[in-house]
């Protein structure tokens, strides 16, 4: 176990005295008209991709495996509410960013789009993550210790994926000289509907869950994306606190024509605990 598992562990057992207090004190001493979320998670990703091009169906590429990419990363994360009315009214929003790279000598040949790198050769791999979220959140209930909310909004999510090699690449027209690269990016927002649940377990200690999701099978497009989270935040003073949490993206793109006749596929993977402070005002 790392250290910033350890780090998880440690604040877990922190929150969890919190919880044995008396009836009396079951209530939120905590201002909610702006809730921040900010810190940092181990993420464990898992990455496959393929690209075809005008020559046929690229086989599904494991990124982590094949081209030595990061399984864990260590990011920065951001999650926040403004409350925009008295009760029940709310924006959210968030914010991850992930970048990673590796390079390996490949045992086999490597068909990306119309070109092929060839076996024996370093190829270096990039992907690149990037998820901006905005949505407007609707308490439909909205009691003293536990708020229960539906959520609709859109994920501006950018994704970079290449391969790049040095003299071992082929393409239609034969053997490429010199460096060569191919990425292929897609930046667009994705609506999302959610569903969330915030809470008071105890005096200052809150519980806090969401998960969203969006589905399209219109053309070029044929895939989904999916997010959730758990947070546990103690409030040691009215104003701050300490957090832990868990969260999880998924997608998964079936189809994504890209250069009017590419077509790109991958499933992407990420999940992980984190570590957070709290900002309540």
Known sequence: MNTFRRGVVACLVLLAV???VRAEDFAVDVPNRIWVDFGGSTNDISTTASLSGEAGVGASIDFEDVFNL???????RLFGTWRISEMRRYIDFGFVNINRSGSRIVQDDIVWGDNVFQAGGEVTADFKTQFVYVAFRYDFLHEEKVHIAGSAGASVTSLKVGLSGNGNVTGPGGPISGEFSNEQSV???VPMVGFNIDW???KRLIFRSYTRFFWINIDPVDGFMHESG???NWLFVRHFGLGVGYDKTEIKLK???VNDDDKLRFDYNVSGFALYLNLAF
Not at 70 to 76: C, D, L, S
């Open 230 to 232: 758990v947070h546990l």
């Open 187 to 189: 930046t667009a927002p």
């Open 200 to 202: 008071a377990i105890a």
């Open 18 to 20: 919190p919880a044995v």
């Open 255 to 257: 189809e994504l024509t």
């Open 70 to 76: 990061p399984g864990n990363k260590n990011t920065f």
